[in-house]
């Protein structure tokens, strides 16, 4: 895999393949996916999705398809550079902790490039598999 040759969902099942293999916090393994499928939504919803991250734009959520689990890892991109992120759990209406919560989960868990996670797919051996997974892969649109 080369990074500048990957189209979207070839770089989005690579950082589930990334993130798993490194045992980022709270992402799904892959193999859930690889077994499943995923389901990439294209923002994260609502009017402040933007108080979610502080770094990056336009957010990827990833979820496993017919499970409903997932839903609080996602990712953005400022063009080379790609941040996953852990979102906090939503806070409940009058709860005065929920901006504390949101500002603490708003810092990416990990930084990285498109190039390293190509190079981190291809030291692997783990093409083929990336491969299958962007292609049992569905992109929405967040509402």
């Given at each position: 895999?080369?990074?500048?040759?990957?189209?979207?969902?070839?770089?989005?099942?690579?950082?589930?393949y990334y993130a798993s293999a490194n045992n980022i916090r709270n992402w799904?393994?892959?193999?859930?996916?690889?077994?499943?499928?995923?389901?990439?939504?294209?923002?994260?919803?609502?009017?402040?999705e933007h108080r979610y991250y502080k770094q990056g734009s336009n957010p990827i959520e990833v979820t496993i398809s017919g499970l409903g689990k997932?839903?609080?890892?996602?990712?953005?991109?400022?063009?080379?550079?790609?941040?996953?992120?852990?979102?906090?759990?939503?806070?409940?209406?009058?709860?005065?902790?929920?901006?504390?919560?949101?500002?603490?989960?708003?810092?990416?868990?990990?930084?990285?490039?498109?190039?390293?996670?190509?190079?981190?797919?291809?030291?692997?051996?783990?093409?083929?598999?990336?491969?299958?997974?962007?292609?049992?892969?569905?992109?929405?649109?967040?509402?």
């Open positions: 895999m080369q990074a500048n040759s990957m189209n979207q969902k070839e770089k989005i099942a690579a950082v589930i799904e393994k892959f193999t859930l996916y690889s077994q499943h499928g995923a389901i990439a939504q294209q923002g994260l919803g609502g009017n402040d997932g839903g609080a890892e996602f990712f953005t991109t400022d063009g080379n550079n790609v941040y996953l992120y852990c979102m906090a759990g939503v806070p409940m209406e009058g709860d005065d902790t929920g901006d504390a919560t949101i500002e603490h989960f708003s810092h990416p868990q990990v930084s990285t490039t498109w190039s390293d996670i190509a190079k981190f797919v291809n030291n692997h051996h783990a093409g083929k598999q990336v491969h299958d997974l962007a292609n049992n892969m569905q992109v929405t649109q967040a509402k």
